[in-house]
């Protein structure tokens, strides 16, 4: 079945450093992929998301962008801030349901 | 922007009582909520997918007389888990699709702790 892996943490930047977080996919046809953010208390919001194949999906300084030659969807942002520390979780749109599944998560503290 | 509130965010319950936790979408309504379980540096489990005024859709492996789930309305799921044990202790976690939305839109919850002693 369709899965999503993204890089083990957790991951501790200073401020303003480079972020990447890696995310692979393996799916049977053509997903949509996504970024959800979860802050300490909260729900998951949705960050950013992608629906096809070189799209680059953004907001609030992440990006990222659909690889179908690589399966990826990788995440990055030129500078992270201490408000970016939270976990951050890959997903597709692979469900039977519509229900997204999910990547483990990659908790990201980010040190001033 | 759309909000889904949970209750309670936590709860610790004895070994052999049920336990009800309840998936409010507070401004739109949602035709499908989805819950889903998430342990510890693990990913977020799909258990169930509940429409409205229908039987719930449970996936393989969830018990579907552990984990009842009833959606009366446009705006309420409930997930209740029977006779919990401690394994059942986790973090559950419900989403909601909005009537008016995509296939995969969904808003999440904050999720509820529950801790099974």
């Known amino acids: 079945g369709d899965s999503v892996t993204q890089m083990e943490g957790p991951v501790t930047l200073s401020e303003e450093a480079f972020l990447t977080i890696n995310c692979t996919y393996t799916a049977t046809g053509y997903p949509s992929l996504f970024w959800y953010v979860q802050y300490p208390g909260e729900g998951l919001q949705l960050l950013l998301k992608?629906?096809?194949?070189?799209d680059k999906g953004s907001n609030k300084g992440f990006e990222a962008t659909y690889r179908k030659e690589t399966t990826s969807f990788h995440l990055e942002k030129g500078s992270v801030q201490v408000s970016d520390s939270a976990v951050y979780f890959c997903?597709?749109?692979?469900?039977?349901?519509?229900?997204?599944?999910f990547g483990k998560g990659t908790k990201l503290s980010v040190k001033p | 922007g759309a909000v889904v509130s949970q209750h309670p965010s936590w709860v610790i319950c004895k070994s052999g009582t049920s336990v009800k936790i309840e998936c409010r979408s507070l401004?739109?309504?949602?035709?499908?909520m989805f819950w889903y379980r998430q342990f510890p540096k693990q990913s977020l489990m799909l258990m169930a997918t509940?429409?409205?005024?229908?039987?719930?859709?449970?996936e393989q492996g969830v018990e579907k007389d552990k984990f009842l789930i009833n959606h009366a309305s446009l705006t309420l799921s409930t997930l209740t888990v029977t006779s919990a044990h401690p394994e059942d202790s986790s973090f559950y976690i419900c989403?909601?699709?909005?009537?008016?939305?995509?296939?995969?839109?969904?808003?999440f919850g904050p999720g509820t702790r529950l801790t099974v002693l």
């Open positions: 509940s429409n409205e005024g229908s039987k719930a859709t449970y």
């Open positions: 989403s909601a699709r909005p009537l008016a939305g995509g296939w995969s839109e969904q808003f």
């Open positions: 997903a597709l749109d692979g469900g039977s349901q519509g229900n997204l599944i």
């Open positions: 401004d739109f309504q949602a035709t499908t």
């Open positions: 992608a629906t096809k194949a070189d």
